[in-house]
Nanobody, 117 residues
Framework: QVQLVESGGGLVQAGGSLRLSCVASESINFNTAGWYRQAPGQQREFVAGISPGGATVKYGDSVKGRFIISRDNAMNTVYLQLNSLKPEDTAVYYC???????????WGQGTQVTVSS
């Protein structure tokens, strides 16, 4: 099974930016990829998704216009650019892949994003 390792989180002030990376252990050229997040006491929430070739992207309503998902298939990496961060963006961010059209039910350790007001 492909292993995913997220990185790039940290502590940032409101209005700031971060860039998250998700590196896969093998090629993910044919997989839709995406990012989810989970805040304490809340359910995991879809943040963004990107098609295998990168032509199609989708965003959750709460991040539209602020976050940008991208991928570099040559590097087996998916990115999430977080801009205009708000305290409510504080969460652990996870990346995931679609297999057979369904998001995998396995998650890595994620990367913590904390936005201070």
């Amino acid at each position: 099974q492909v292993q995913l390792v997220e990185s790039g989180g940290g502590l940032v002030q409101a209005g700031g930016s971060l860039r998250l990376s998700c590196v896969a252990s093998e090629s993910i050229n044919f997989n839709t990829a995406g990012w989810y997040r989970q805040a304490p006491g809340q359910q995991r929430e879809f943040v963004a998704g990107i098609s295998p070739g990168g032509a199609t992207v989708k965003y959750g309503d709460s991040v539209k216009g602020r976050f940008i998902i991208s991928r570099d298939n040559a590097m087996n990496t998916v990115y999430l650019q977080l801009n205009s961060l708000k305290p409510e963006d504080t969460a652990v961010y996870y990346c995931n892949l679609k297999v057979g059209g369904v998001w995998r039910d396995s998650w890595g350790q994620g990367t913590q994003v904390t936005v201070s007001s």
